[in-house]
């Protein structure tokens, strides 16, 4: 409930509903991973790593989100020769520098 909310207000905001959509189902994400790996780490772990393994468990959850989104736009778009929304580019560029550097 509060996610539908929150992309409601996102798209009120100027963003797209796909936008909207995935920076709700991040936010999401990264609520359930901090949740589970605050559970699971040990005590003596430092924050550092903690924050380490949080990104690398958001990545591998925003591949797979975005795979199947990306897919669905290219063949939505394919018709009117669109090119890819910037949202798409950036998340792809984000996602390639940040392994490159993990």
Do not use: K, N
């Not at 949080?54 to 669109?82: G, H, K, N």
């Amino acid at each position: 409930s509060h996610g539908i909310q929150g992309a409601v207000f996102l798209c009120t905001m100027g963003l797209s509903s796909g936008a909207a959509f995935l920076l709700t189902g991040a936010f999401c994400m990264v609520a359930a991973s901090s949740i589970t790996l605050l559970h699971f780490a040990q005590r003596e772990v430092s924050w550092f790593s903690f924050l380490v393994s949080l990104l690398v468990f958001e990545l591998s959850f925003i591949i797979i989100a975005l795979v199947p989104y990306d897919v669905w736009v290219v063949l939505s778009t394919e018709d009117t020769q669109q090119t890819h929304s910037q949202l798409l580019v950036g998340s792809w560029e984000f996602i390639y520098w940040a392994t490159f550097l993990l």
